[in-house]
């Protein structure tokens, strides 16, 4: 996340924008529960988390969007 808010910086971009991964049936319940990091029970989920410690993700360009509550308080 932090490297992709670098590549928008260094384009110009108006923001760079991070959301949550949905299922929209995409895939099995197990696949979908690997990939979401987001999930408390998820076992990278501290990981993620220090990854939203980055002061790059505080860049008046970033909008984390439905992560953002998983940025407060850190």
Known sequence: MPDFVDLGIRYGA????????TNWGTFTAADY???????????????????LRDPRLRHPTVVLNDLAEFSSGL
């Open 14 to 21: 108006d923001h760079v924008g991070f959301s949550r991964l």
């Open 33 to 51: 529960a690997d990939r979401a990091v987001f999930m408390p029970t998820h076992p990278q989920h501290a990981a993620f988390r220090d990854v």
